[in-house]
């Protein structure tokens, strides 16, 4: 069975796959996962979690341009600047 | 010597030669992985004998590398169990598993001791041994049918009985479940294979061709 | 060259990387495979040399460093070619490969040792022109194997500190072990300048037009002795070759090294080849068993 190997380096922080071991089952991925991703005490934690478990989502539906639910969809310049100049005032940062 | 220090030599040279040769598959184990794995398992005794030549050195007033160095064969205290050399797996995973659980034995013992630095040291040992057990059990487990593991283990039964005093082997006897009636024939501490001497001249071909030496 | 593969080939080139479940153009899954499986054989052949200096280890100390250095090359080596394995090259045929000589492993690996000399040159120097070698990995356009480059430049740098502390202790030990020092980098600067390989131009050396590496040959050897001759040469040690010398371009100009001996080696032919992978074939076929043992239910 080949397992995937989730590593967190510090607490807090999230889990990354880095990499996956073939073993003849959980005990072995264990004690095999503990050294090779540990043994210099370089992880807060592991998952093991089995290939077979783990799906992969990579195809995506984008058709109709719906931006106005992300930060690129918006363009608040030029208008922000028209409503400095009415109301007489500078930004507020001078950048 | 005090008697102190000689315990003490004698678990330390327990540690340090089954570390040495369990570091001897690094590099070859049956796969990758085990191979990694088992070498943490290597120098963590190593680690041990460090530990307890240092408590040894302050006794002696030595240091830990001249005491694991530079005595005689003759002089080193281990028991012959650790000296064989095993470069089957079998083998070598029989030693481990049998190795184990006398060294459970003993340090359960030795965490109950009055001496207050062995018995702190003894409790330090024990926690990384935890992980040496899983990594024992789960092997025995694994080649419990197999007929190789199980003629080594009764082969190096009488072996593993010389790593404990006399008092203690019939706990060990119970716990792997091995016949009592074979504490008759301990190969004990005190007489040395001839695979020892042979370890030793490699162990220190290179410290000695510079006598002194910082290395 | 098909237009998807020269769409491929463009986007790699522009810095994109795949992974393991994109479509891959055969001769870049070919070229991958044959350069991670190199790389991984090396890392596997590479403990050989090493390890029975362990045995031989002068104090504690070295001993554990030492078996934790060789530890962490067969630790490369599963990493490596477990990424090989998912390309759809099963282990046992890579093995099989590399006992019948029919897959490589770098030329480093197929030299004698001899004193401890040699384990302070070899995790100083060798390990140095590997990292070289292994930072160019670092962005390959195959993901997986970039990841695993990453884990694999953190631990090696140990192992150049080690090396350097090793040789430090001997040049400021006794003449006996200056002279070991002296007598290993003399054989080892040979194999070391022919290690990345003959200077072909970086657009027609295959392994970076996909991107697979990022940099060519010759510009590895320029970063080994841009970084390495300094520090040998600081310590009061020579380099066999009259010729060596940084120019006032900043180039390093040396003696041609010797690509005949290089070819020869790498083909299976070096002084300590066959014995290796004897040596390491025996030990396979001797745990045939237990990896049966693992597979059964």
Known sequence: ?95 | MNARALRLLAIADDELILGWRDSEWTGIAPTLEEDVAFSSIAQNEIGHARALYELAADELGSDADALAFDRAPEEYRCAPFVELHLMDWAHTIARRYLYEEADRVRLDALRQSDDPELAGLAAKIDREEVYHRLHAEMWAARLRDEPRFRDAVNELWPYALGVLEPDQRAELARRVGLPSNSLLQAHERGEHTPELTELWNEMTEVRRSVPGANW | MDARTQEFLAYVQDGGQVESTDWLPDEYRQKLIKFIEMHANSELMGVLPEREWILKAPTLQRKLALTAKVQDEVGHAQLIYRVAEDLGKPRDEMFADLLSGKAKFHNVFHYPTHTWGDVGVIAWLVDAAAIISQKALLKCSYAPYARIMKKICWEESFHILHGRDVILAMMTGTDAQRELVQEAVDRWWGPLMQFHGNPIAREEDPMYVWRIKSQGNEEARQQFLEGYVPQIWELGLTVPDPNLRRNDDGVWEYSEPDWAELKSVVTGHGPRSQERLAFRARFLEQEQWVRDALLAA
Not at chain 1, 13 to 37: L, V
Not at chain 1, 52 to 79: C, M, N, P
Request: proline content about 3%; aromatic content about 12%.
């Open chain 1, 1 to 95: 069975m080949i397992f995937e190997i989730f590593r967190q380096e510090r607490k807090g922080q999230p889990f990354a796959h880095a990499g996956s071991i073939e073993a003849p089952d959980a005990a072995f991925a264990d004690a095999w996962a503990r050294e090779q991703y540990g043994r210099r005490g370089e992880s807060e934690a592991l998952w093991l979690v089995p290939r077979d478990s783990v799906h992969q989502i990579t195809e995506w539906a984008d058709e109709f341009d719906l931006k106005y639910r992300r930060v690129d969809g918006y363009s608040i310049k030029s208008r922000l600047k028209e409503a400095r100049e009415r109301a007489g005032t500078t930004a507020i940062s001078d950048s």
